[in-house]
């Protein structure tokens, strides 16, 4: 199916993409994502064990590895979140039947088996083709656990580890490039002052040691949103030890964790109010960079915002403790205005991981028994995937700004790059949920083809019984005169054009 968008009418804009001025490299890994033992993302969501009926290889259900695999996920960060910091590996090897089941106290206080552990996760990274990123236990876990836990991945040497992981089925040693020493040790993961975890940090990165040949990046784990003093204190005390340093910052509606407000049922105050709160999240990166900048001017560490998304009310009649969420167009334009942020400062930005893969928060897929759906922001990062690994080129924007109250917001918000063929894409997001804008592209390309994401109403999304209610499709029409093209962008969509 094709739409033409020539004969709207439409805000006047002017985009002029600075081809000749090109900037840093995309990581690919700012597409990354997010699995934590929480509600249904892995159980059920990931895992369904060898007995399934559900279609699976080694108890990893089939159609969420084909659906994430078409994402070319680069990174998966596992096992959390705040359940990293009590979860303990060894209890997640050997034998299913005899391993231990363990509470879950951070999200629903339910008990899990260990069937997912160490073993199927790397499995499961080596199905979608992502590059694995562990998050160790530094909350209530020992130097010597975490330690051992890197070599019984990565090692190749005679060791009992080694010989552990052995006889567990595994005789090759696996590649672990990311290892991150704790999560959120400021709140759920030990409730630190930055001192303290920079302490901390420090003594158990040192055993966090490279084996046979591998060579793990250790991430610090960073501040909470507008914490600069966190990375203040961090960097002053711990640059030199890190190759990243994590950003956590979530988009509440609302702002007010006691009251996030729904996924769905909302009006335009609320799809502006989203708008707004993300947009933060520029600001937020930019005044970290700066204090890193001050100790780390060559750039060395990365900024790893390993946590990000939506997150609202749940739904209701689910576990409060599962943080199940539907995902509207709403997230879609989130995905894809986070993403152009991530672009944008790539010169610093090395990673990002959405939360969460399956069935949590802003999640790209969700799953009913047998039954799986795509959601707009699985849609959103599909059509981005072009920008990985791409040379980022400077835009110049002019818009009317998209007004609501006394707040206004920038009408459209973008981003762009080059690829090794040499071909030049941007990404577009129109935020104004009721106005289409006309934008006048320089220079003029030869040939011009793009897919558009939209639907009808700001809280579309899709269901299970109607999977393709906001789903990409392709435009084919487009004003041009000697100088320039124009291309009209509807009201609240995001569209991904080629030019060549």
Known sequence: MTISTASVSASDCKLRLRVNEPGCRINPNIYGHFAEHLGRCVYEGIWVGEDSPIPNT????KDVVGALKYLHIPVLRW??????DEYHWKDGIGPREKRPTMINTHWGGVSENNHFGTHEFMDLCEQIGAAPYICGNVGSGTVQEM???VEYIT????SPMTQLRRNNGRHEPWKLPYFGVGNESWGCGGNMRPEYYA??????NTYVKNYSGNRVERFACGANGADFNWTESLMSQAASHMNGLSLHFYTLPTGNWSLKGSSTVFGEEEWHSTFVQTLRMDDLITRHAEIMDKYDPSKRVGLIVDEWGTWYDVEPGTNPGFLY???TLRDALVAAINLNIFNRHCDRVTMANIAQTVNVLQAMILTDKERIRLTPTYHVFEMYKVHQGATLIPVELEC???RLGGASLPMLHASASRDAANRTHLSIANLDPNQAARVSLTPLFASLKGRLLTADDISAHNTFDAPSRVHPRQIDEFERDNNAAAVVIPSKSVLVLELE
């Open 155 to 158: 090692s190749d040497a005679e």
């Open 325 to 327: 969420q539907q995902n």
């Open 400 to 402: 009317p700004e998209y």
């Open 199 to 204: 302490d901390n940090f420090r003594r158990y």
């Open 58 to 61: 080694r108890g990893i259900r």
């Open 79 to 84: 096992p959390g979140g705040c359940f990293a």
């Open 147 to 149: 330690m051992q836990w």
